[in-house]
């Protein structure tokens, strides 16, 4: 009994150990999850000129039907690179193939220069290259293409016929038949609209339009079904948000079905989409959503933390309808990833790939990849976090702007934007990302988008208000208009948004009568072709009488020049301004910038001008023709004095100040301006109040001359401040004690409206007005009149009590209260 125990333990030991050894047998031979990996080296497509480096950006790419690579970008060149004089640079547009393994010399598609922008290419039936993209050519923006054949030897330049002016954003698609069709934004009767062309072999054929409501329309991108039919994607701002359409072109009937929402955006912004179509004519389409629907993040915002990023979505629609794929991570319907810009491209085999970029740190983008297959999502994959920036400087670098092709069933070449660093160039590089491991593929699952999710969500409108109007001393009606001078976008070294996107939300969200782009020059390096895009948007959100779209950039040198002069931005009274650079030897000093400034009708102001680390604000030339005022506050702090309530947060500077250039006799007048990176979910951290004859850019600028601005922290505070009569901004004479008057009414309590004097160099407050509740009116004759001197108006006023309760703890208050400031009146004693 004991003996047949022992066996049956013996046994039972042996049992249990071959089953042990079958599953480590197992284990070592199961497949290994499917993964996205870089497959072999990246490598450069953008080459130098006289061996030196240059900017580059917008790579399109595609792979004919020989199995030839083709990418075209946009490249910065000199007028004549060997020839010293006067700097003169051009973007031109570039385009090189890549037979096996081997690509050839570059070749320069456009004979202007200047301004060129967004290449796209397309294959026609005799099997080569049709490229197209946009330009400016005497002064107006269009469409320009060109042929490229096998060998390289190029057709002659050409010009789409044109649908309006300010057209831009070209996308191609190929039919099965061998068809190539055109679609851009073109502007007409006061809005953007989306066009359509067939290419006809030696031109092209205007089509029915895809989209021409009154609401503006942009980004449209192009995609050939296998029935033959022709799928449009685009966004427009419509009904108080951005939502992305699609619309289907039946060739046979040359007519295009009813517009359809994409669904998946509820009441939140989708726009920048991207479309394919799959063997089975389904239509998938990608886009960014815009994760905030109420802006309350910033210094001025309630919820402390950043605010949402944009997210990538994805959906398809089919015969039945729309449906999305199941959410990657758990997310909601159509979710992919955090990202922006987003791509899609179908594979033979129905694999769905998407392409996006992502923004780990400030000025670090990275290219991000997932792709649908079997059913299941493989991904999402960050590529190049890992490699290092090429040259000295912050560790970040972005790549972006990814345009994709896929070469076999389980792998995409990627041809994006890969950047030196901040203030550096950027390349053109290729990357080939590898499925790995793949599984036997299954059926898709879809979801479909419940009824209530197709319907079309609106969102309120607010438009601004009317201000109180004044009359000057010599009787001239001047209108008081809010807006915000100092933004940035996605297309520098902002974190989302695009030009268009900044003025339709300070238009209608936040009831703003006018705005200004001041994208980096340098930060992430602007192709003087990317500030004529702006140029070029701004114009068709400017409506005279209504709302004011300023175009303008950023001078950064105090970032990359020694020694440190701090920054300026500009805006223009008129598109097309110069783009000058402290990256460039003609342009790195103050003295220079401004003195190439002055010969242009814009303005420049100095900005966070005490912050340390940008070299405070060298205020030893100035020229107050061009630079009237000075950014007293922003999203930085506030600069009327050194250590100032709300003081800027990071090492500030002494002799900076607002109150220090008044001490070395600059008559500078003071504007607000948010110096805002998120525009999605910052709130305005800096507001401008100027009275105008009217809202114009002309009157604007008129008003910004004359100094007839004030700031404030974020609030429509208003103020009317005057001195003998003479409004703020004045130079004038008196022989007694002037007469100081203001009345001010703000949008919350007030807390003190004050009166500083200039006496010596010192500024202290000399009068303080009684205030009642949200109102407040001075008169009050200075009797110590001794010297010239200056007087302004401060005002402060209690912060909303969500704001109060987020800095209620914090030791050292960043934003202690809301607060305004007039520009001076220098009186001079007779």
Known sequence: MIMSNRIK?????????AVFCLAVLRRGTAQAPPELTTDGAISAISVPENDQPVNNGYPSLIQDRFGNLWCAWVSARLRDPEVKGPYQEGDMIVIRKRHGETWSEAVILNTNFGVNLAPVLAQDPGGEIIAVWSSRRGGEDGIWWRRVRQDLSLGSEGRVPPAGRLEASPALAVTPDGTIWLAFQSYRNGSSDIVFYRFAGSGWQRMPDVADSSAPEFRPRLAGAPDGAVWCAWDVFEKGKYRVMVRRFDPRSASWNAPELVPGDGPLDGYAPDIDADGEGRVWVTYARNEVEEAAWGLRGPKPGVAPRPTVRLVVRDKSGWSYPEPV??????????????????????????????LPNHVDWKIGAAVYQGGRWIGPQIFGTDEPVPLDGPPRRADQRASIVVAEPDSLIVAYERGRGPFRNRDIYLRRIRLRNLATAAALRLHRFAEKELRPVERPVFTAPARPAVHSINGERLQLYFGDLHNHLLIDDGHQGTVDQLFAIHR?????????????????????????WNDLLTETMYVPGRFVAIPGFEWTQGDFVVPRAGHRHVIYETPGGPLYRPTEGISDSIREFVDLMSKTNGLIFAHHISRAYAGGTDWSYVNIKIEPAVEICSSWGRFEYYQNPGHIRVKEMKNCSVQDAWRMGWRLGVIGGSDGHNLFGDRIQGLTGIYARELTRPA?????RRRRCYATTGEPIIVDFRVNGHLMGSEIQASEGPVIEASVEGTRRLIAVEVVKRVGDAFPTVYRAPVEGRRAKLWWKDPDFTASTMYYLRVTQEVEPELAARYAKVR??????EMAWSSPVWVDRK
Request: with cysteine; charged share 15%; aromatic share 10%.
């Open 9 to 17: 333990t013996a046994l039972t030991a042996a049992a249990l150990m």
């Open 329 to 358: 991570a758990g997310g909601g319907p159509g979710f992919v990833a955090e990202g922006d810009l987003p791509r899609v491209r179908v594979g033979p085999d129905g694999a769905v790939w998407c392409v996006w970029q992502k």
């Open 508 to 532: 209608y969200r936040y009831a703003m009568d006018f705005a200004a782009t001041t994208s980096h020059g340098d930060s992430n390096k602007l192709l003087i072709s990317e500030l004529a």
């Open 700 to 704: 604007i600028f008129e008003a910004l």
């Open 812 to 817: 050292e208050n960043p934003f202690p209260s």
